[in-house]
């Protein structure tokens, strides 16, 4: 969220209404909101500053004011009492040209900022100040002089570079190539080949140790100023590797100025977390879901085992693997899921409260896309009145879940905003499939790159149809997309979807399968179930996550998946597939395996296989395990019937026979 979460408890909104350059009923706000609010106040910032004293000393304030938030918590600074809270009203809802009312609007966005952020777990990360400078001579050795007196300085040349007459012993000058390279701010790790020392000593050019390779180090942040490829994927997200152009002043001197500032303890957000036993990656070294690990910028996702593992220090906390995971076993936590749809829903519920009109969704990040609707209130049109904003930090956990969910809560479309910095590569796929699901172009993409572009996205005729019945967001990501689902279609419907969603069916060749069921075996969500008193293969389809893996480990290619969203109930409990008799023992009557699969058997190996020549043999495929242990045992080649075995020579057996000779 652009502000701070607020407490509703024992608080008081102060209105300002900028000069009068918007109209806001407080009466209403207090009604639909339940918080205390102000009379509206015209320059809270200037001429009634006083009100704010006042309220600042009373605690529990919230001022509707994000623009001259600096000035008011240099008020609190100076009275000795805590800041308030914050929230944008102005060029979120009050600066607009829309001829609607902005008070729905302004009702929902106290409501939602009002909702009780969870906290965010952290690590500390701790930086000592080694720093390691990659690039060309002049460049290198320039920004060393620079930092030196800071932090602990290596600079890393290329073998075949030379150096110019510099002597400057205040940081430690190597020769050698990068072999690779891991890690991020505090815990680099990299290796070299033909790593060369600077030999101190001497009258001339420095002398150079023998190159040699295998050579590694750890230092706390990477100032790279070549004009190489980088050396990590998304390299602008990889905390503590700062990259600029050497010949760009601008962007190296900034680079100087952060990396002078990467000494000391700080905390990083823990984005994500990893539930193991619920991953679909892979079972039995058999590969199936891997959408996290296509879409991850950063890298920080890898195969370990039967799920994957996450760099906390990598992560980037882009979310693209919170919104494509189809298990739940990797969901973005900072904040979680579960608290974005309580957004949602407290925005729709609160605009009902107000409003019979249907608004519309705009999902945006805090960056790119919060400056745009900023300029557009200042010097443009504004949100158009029925348009509400939805801050998100990462934009790309925004998936179809979370679409779906704000249409089934009563908006009428979900427009996301993109960014140049959003990892979009799946954002795409990701309104496709809500789309499908929910009958509509309901949810789109939208990527402006001035105030104009985005008004001509929003300021269009919306004939969304109102919602007879809205939902309550609760649950998994998976659940709430059902129930989002069947509020928006037919509650029986069954929807079909592009390749590679994570709901569908799971078809089976009744003339291949064998009924060895390996694929129950291995089914990472159990959609897939045998009867232990049948042969039996049955599955559930609203636990299939489409995975794959059944399909590859069926030895006779039987299964085939199916991408489709199946909202009747008989989706919600186990559906035989394929069922026969099992064969009874022909020696004890005990019912065991498939009556068609030791037919086959019977009929492929006696008489045709050399170990099935006789009866006696062949009467062994048609017994039970018990039996067929029994019969082995008193049969005339019984090898428990052989004898103890002879005890196994040593090598003392051989000394003290050679002796007796």
């Known amino acids: 969220m652009g502000e701070d979460a607020l407490t509703m408890e024992n608080s008081k909104i102060l209105l300002c209404d900028c000069l009068k350059s918007q109209s806001i009923d407080a009466e209403q706000l207090e009604a639909a909101t339940g918080i205390t609010c102000s009379k509206v106040h015209s320059e809270l910032c200037r001429s009634e500053a006083a009100a704010v004293e006042d309220a600042l000393q009373a605690s529990n304030v919230i001022i509707a004011c994000q623009q001259e938030r600096q000035t008011f918590e240099e008020f609190a600074e100076e009275l000795e009492v805590s800041a308030p809270s914050f929230i944008d009203l102005r060029d979120r809802a009050g600066w607009t040209q829309s001829t609607g009312s902005t008070t729905p609007k302004m009702a929902a966005l106290i409501a939602e900022a009002a909702l009780e952020e969870p906290g965010t777990k952290i690590i500390e990360v701790s930086s000592s100040g080694t720093c390691l400078i990659l690039g060309e001579p002049d460049a290198a050795l320039s920004a060393a002089a620079h930092l030196c007196d800071l932090l602990s300085v290596t600079v890393l040349l290329d073998p075949l570079s030379e150096l110019p007459l510099v002597d400057d012993r205040r940081f430690d000058v190597v020769k050698g190539q990068i072999k690779s390279a891991t890690g991020a701010l505090g815990q ?65 001197t900034k680079a100087l100025l952060e990396a002078s500032q990467l000494i000391g303890t700080f905390e990083k957000p823990i984005y994500v977390k990893l539930d193991e036993q619920l991953c679909a990656h892979s079972r039995a070294q058999k590969s199936g879901c891997t959408r996290c690990l296509d879409l991850c910028p950063t890298g920080a996702l890898a195969p370990d085992g039967d799920h994957v593992s996450v760099d906390a220090m990598v992560c980037a906390g882009c979310g693209n693997c919170s919104a494509v995971c189809p298990s739940g076993a990797i969901s973005y936590d900072a904040p979680a899921v579960t608290h974005t749809f309580r957004r949602i829903q407290t925005l729709a519920e609160t605009w009902r409260k107000l409003s019979a009109d249907i608004p519309h969704l705009l999902v945006h990040n805090t960056g790119h896309g919060a400056e ?21 930090s990462a934009l790309a956990s925004f998936g179809h879940a979370e679409a779906l969910s704000a249409l089934a809560c009563g908006f009428g479309s979900v427009t996301i905003l993109l960014s140049p910095e959003t990892e979009g590569e799946g954002l795409p796929f990701q309104v496709d499939l809500a789309n ?51 509020s928006l279609v037919a509650a029986d419907a069954v929807l079909p979807l592009p390749a590679n969603a994570p709901y569908g069916a799971v078809n089976l060749n009744l003339d291949s399968c064998t009924l060895c069921l390996s694929c129950v075996s291995l089914c990472p969500s159990g959609a897939l179930k045998e ?81 099935f020549k ?26 428990f019937a052989g004898g103890e075995r002879p005890r196994v020579r040593t090598t003392d057996d051989y000394i003290s026979k050679r002796r007796d000779h």
């Not at 180090?217 to 152009?245: H, Q, S, W």
């Not at 059944?550 to 006779?556: D, F, L």
């Not at 062994?620 to 019969?631: F, G, H, K, T």
């Open 531 to 611: 009867n232990p008193d049948l042969p039996q293969l049955s599955f559930q389809e609203d636990a299939c996550l489409q995975c794959g893996i059944c399909v590859k480990i069926c030895p006779e290619k039987a299964l085939a998946l199916e991408p489709r969203l199946n909202l009747g109930d008989d989706a919600l409990a186990p559906q035989i597939l394929k069922e026969e008799e099992p064969f009874s023992c022909i020696e004890c009557g005990k019912p065991f395996g498939v009556r068609s699969t030791v037919e086959r058997l019977t009929e492929k190996l006696v008489g045709n296989h050399s170990m």
């Open 188 to 252: 680099f790790n990299l290796s070299f080949d033909g790593l060369q020392e600077r030999i101190p000593g001497g009258r001339g050019d420095f002398a150079w140790t023998q190159p040699r390779s295998g050579g590694r180090t750890v230092c706390d942040v990477v100032l790279d100023l070549r004009r190489d490829p980088p050396l990590f994927p998304a390299a602008g997200k990889r905390e503590g590797y700062l990259r600029a152009d050497p010949g760009n002043f601008e962007a190296r």
């Open 436 to 486: 499908s699901i929910a009958g509509e172009a309901q949810v789109n993409l939208i990527e402006p790159s001035d105030p104009d572009q985005l008004e001509a996205a929003l300021f269009r005729e919306n004939t969304s149809p109102a919602r007879e019945k809205t939902i309550l967001p609760v649950g998994s990501r998976r659940q709430i997309t059902r129930l989002a689902a069947k």
């Open 372 to 392: 745009l609707i900023s300029l557009s209130a200042r010097y443009g049109r504004g949100l158009p009145a029925d348009v509400i904003p939805l801050e998100m």
């Open 614 to 639: 006789d009866n006696k043999a062949a009467r062994l495929i048609q017994m039970c395990e018990d039996c067929r242990v029994n019969a082995v045992y008193h049969s005339e080649d019984n090898p």
